[in-house]
């Protein structure tokens, strides 16, 4: 049948035969779909006739395989390569998650999703809305009253559009964003230095048109412009000398096909066109045996509410990666800039909606970093001193959301600790302010210039994988003990444990009063000293969300009102505020999973964290931000008998004086 797609006419319309042998055996079952398979899936999606007018692709990634599947899986035997589609039938205005196996090279279930609910928005549904907004004669009409003259220096930025029970009736059942503006001066000028705040563009992305412009009071442009391209820095400063990150010899790690060994650890490297970058199957080599940490770990979701309650503003809230995809927005990394070092690759390829493969060069960078002292001592009686080098192991790729960048990180290092940290850069998200006026929420960045106040939430889902699969999941708060004739002096206080039995009990938050943290352990393991093996959660800068828990926005934004969620491990539930969170009725996700109340202890679970920077935008943070660091560690708490870190050598002797 004909397709709107730009398919290989050779492989639209020819037989079943795969393009290539699939799976490719020297591969795993974990591995991200290659660029054959994605072409195959686009070949049998066209074949089927799925892929008719007004279908596009809202993306394709691996069903990963049960943990039994991947538990057995030896090197060179044959594994199952299964993929969900999910396409948008822009026509027929409803959505599909279309299952196809490779290996039988069949399409093996279509389920229709419930009307309302609309997939993520795709890339090139964003350049389209653009195109179609400046297209509109009602765009036109609205820019010539508001004395703006061309169109082409206007930035349309769309925004989702959430649901928030507001909708006007010809808003219903539409996929839609709404879309903001800015004006630049040239064409490399910072739009953002200048907001027209006055209009949101309504747009049907079914139809590709606008379906009304929504007008509020008009607000003059800002007068300065805020510009960041080198070109516009007329005087850089001179008095940077090179740093070179040699490593002569190479650096300390092994890649294989998607597997990484460094030090002790080894792990794979996965990647979705939602999550980016993935983790799978952690472990630690610990004198010869192979032990878990981690089965699997990402950043799930994130959301930006913005604390602006205007009503051309209330609805900004961005879920980045349920709603837009951080892996489809991932940047390909340039040696020396995003990076700099002996620096190993991962490419990964993506699909547009149209069909199309490309490969990402450079999205996800792997290599080592000093990072100070490891550990240390002197003995000043002796004269003896002992100092480590700390190396860590930087695994990391950055995503463009529209005006802002996030760079996620995770660090391995050699005394057995993770790290998450998320690096926030990029421009603030701007509205104008009248001459002599001051911002109720938000900061005065530059002069008639507001940054609003913003939260960014994320969440990581984290299966643990504590030496096996059954885990526990413990509190620990210290608490000082009330003075007594067992403390007389007052100064006793005990680390408390609690078990998180339920998902209920374990639904919590962070608390700096009693330092808590939390500590997945397996409760069939013991330490030499007769604890249960763990891991500890610590977390970072955190904040709870600032809008009221019965906001319109919670209803899909539900999962951050705890820091802390433990559930069963189940693959289904991957995300944080569920599939589908764009425009979702009545939100998904963990407040709707943990109703249930199942038990998570002595089994497999997920350990959900979520951590929030809170954003007051200071002028410091204008135009280009500089970045701003959170995340959290998951450290080794008894799971080793002492510390791991003793048998690192000390430096070699030519770079260190001891
Ligand atoms: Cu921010």
Redesign the pocket.
Known sequence: MATPFDINPEIADHGVAPPKEIPDLAGHPLDPLSPAELEEIVRMLAQQGRLGEGVRIGSINLTEPAKSVVEKHTPGSPFERKALAILVDCSGRASYEVQVDLVSHAVTEVTQLPGGIQPSIMLDEFSECEEAVRQSPLFQEALHKRGVTSADLVMVEPWSAGLYGTELPEDEGVRRMRALCFVRSEPKDNGYARPIDSMVIVVDLYKMEVIRIEEYPIAPLPPESGNWAREYIPNMRQDLRPVDIVQPEGPSFTVSGNEVQWQKWKFRVGFTSREGLVLHTVSYDDDGMERPILYRASICEMV?PYGDPREQYYRKNAFDIGEYGLGMLANSLALGCDCLGVIYYFDFPLVDSRGKVTPLKNAVCLHEEDFGILWKHTDWRTGQSEVRRSRRLSVSFIATVGN?EYGFYWYFYQDGSIQCEIK?TGI??TTALAPGEKPVYGMEVAPQLS?PF???IFAARLVPSVDGKNNSVYEVNSVSMPTSASNPHGNAFVAEETLLGTEREAQRRVNSATARFWRVVNPSKKNRLGRPVGYRLVPGENCPPLVQPDATIMRRAGFTSSHVWVTPYDPKERFAAGEYPNQHPTGDGLPCWTQANRRVDHTEVSLWYVFA?N?V?RPE?WPV?PV?MLGFQFRPDGFFDRSPAMDVPPPPSKTCCH
Do not use: F, G, R, S
Request: charged share 5%.
């Open positions: 930006v802002y926030l603030m998200n940054a913003h939260q960014h920077h954003h935008p943070d931000m701003a």
